[in-house]
């Protein structure tokens, strides 16, 4: 057998969604006894069964909700027709990736999906679940590749940390997730087939599978957030060789427990992360300069990042992941713009280099007020554009290219409502944090 013939086998068995299932019942997830008989009918490892690397669509058996069975009433989201043109097979992209599940009434010891998918309308399956701390556990892991931790993170370490560190983190992520989310799209894999796995998690369920960019988030964040401090700060180098592995192992095993990824996803992942921060990251002081000083920065970056974002959307049909991508490059954007005006206005100038390394403050009361006065401030001022823009751009955007906004959830499932709408709220989101929030921090002297 040939080398690449062990690789194929090897890549095979770590797709296999029935290792997931396993680890998921190792954990203390179990699928609900209505799941039973779907779940027998699923093959094992090694009987015979699709490849999991073929171009062949997703369709095992005969059941209602599957490919050529007899569809219920109201699951047409839940088919899972092959994908035209080849490039991986598998379910559609913005198509549930999985087979609904009829749902029995719910017991004290069940748990439900994390959030319901707020564009496709879909709701995840119920779950037997034995090990509560654990499942606290993985849903505070995967939160760490999330909206709502990305929108405390960022620009908790502008404001009140480093915000040197904050906007180069900035900067290694949009490039990482950007490149993660393409290649999504271009490969064309599909999620773990449910059955076997329990759905924990439905918010990301429309997007492709390999790569995990929860998993490259989880190992990009942490080996840059210590490549960035370590030497700038005074600290033991053994915290950030702790911090790493335990940040990134929560998050890629977070993401086989929800059973949004296989085994093969989370490597990939990793893998990919590590080639793109060795190429990449010698050049973020570059990036980071040329942000802040260059007279014309503004206009290219938003040139960009717009023009990647277009060219995202070229890559498959509608999906989530195509908002997300705007999302990310919106606020790259945003930042990047932000700090060329602060850097411009001398708002927040970085510490001279001869006072390097820096040490930790002494804390006080007056210093843990300020900080948490700039977080309230500031996030409830971030909130408030976010809102605003996303009142006006949808309206907008649906009425310069004549799009029906009575249902907004079908009206973003357009390029021209969904690009414009995610790159100039989260472009204001990511400005505001960068110059507009330390820009009232100065004016009411908190800063």
Wanted: aromatic fraction near 10%; hydrophobic fraction near 45%; include cysteine.
């Amino acid at each position: 057998m040939s080398l690449s013939q062990r690789l194929a086998r090897l890549a095979a068995r770590l797709q296999d969604p029935q290792k997931v299932a396993r680890f998921q019942r190792l954990c203390g997830v179990e699928a609900p006894p209505s799941r039973s008989a779907a779940a027998a009918a699923v093959p094992r490892e090694g009987e015979k069964a699709e490849a999991p690397l073929s171009g062949d669509a997703r369709c095992r058996e005969r059941q209602p909700g599957t490919c050529g069975g007899p569809q219920p009433p109201g699951s047409d989201r839940n088919q899972c027709p092959a994908k035209p043109g080849g490039g991986g097979g598998g379910a559609p992209n913005g198509v549930r990736n999985g087979l609904a599940a009829e749902l029995g009434p719910a017991s004290p010891r069940r748990a439900g999906a994390l959030r319901r998918n707020s564009l496709t309308g879909e709701e995840g399956e119920l779950a037997h679940v034995s090990n509560w701390p654990l499942y606290y556990l993985f849903c505070f892991g995967t939160e760490l590749g999330n909206e709502l931790f990305y929108i405390l993170f960022f620009p908790f370490w502008i404001w009140n940390l480093d915000a040197l560190v904050g906007r180069r983190l900035v900067i290694i992520w949009v490039l990482v997730m950007y490149l993660g989310q393409c290649t999504k799209d271009i490969v064309r894999w599909p999620r773990p087939a449910s059955p076997p796995v329990v759905k924990l998690e439905v918010f990301y369920n429309s997007e492709y599978s390999m790569p995990s960019t929860h998993a490259m988030s989880g190992t990009a964040i942490p080996i840059v957030l210590v490549l960035l401090t370590y030497g700038r700060w005074q600290y033991p180098l053994i915290y950030g060789l702790i911090l790493i592995p335990c940040w990134c192992s929560l998050v890629c095993l977070s993401r086989i427990y929800m059973g949004m990824h296989s085994i093969l996803d989370i490597i990939a992942g990793f893998l990919y992360t590590i080639l793109i921060l060795a190429i990449f990251y010698p050049f973020v002081d570059l990036i980071d300069n040329f942000n802040q000083t260059h007279k014309y920065a503004p206009l290219i970056i938003i040139g960009l990042h717009l023009a990647l974002g277009i060219f995202s959307f070229t890559l498959d049909t509608w999906s989530t992941s195509r908002g997300d991508t705007a999302e990310i490059l919106g606020s790259g954007a945003g930042i990047a713009c932000g700090s060329h005006v602060t850097y411009n206005m001398g708002l927040m100038l970085d510490p001279p280099l001869d006072t390097l390394p820096l040490v930790r403050p002494p804390i006080t009361v007056t210093l843990l007020g300020k900080a948490m006065l700039r977080i309230l401030v500031g996030m409830v001022f971030v909130l408030l554009v976010r809102i605003i823009m996303k009142k006006l751009t949808i309206p907008l955007a649906c009425k310069i290219f004549n799009i029906p906004c009575d249902d907004v959830r079908k009206a973003r499932q357009h390029m021209e409502v969904e690009l414009p709408y995610r790159y100039i709220t989260y472009g204001m989101v990511g400005f505001s944090i960068a110059f507009l929030a330390p820009y009232i921090f100065s004016f009411i002297g908190i800063s």
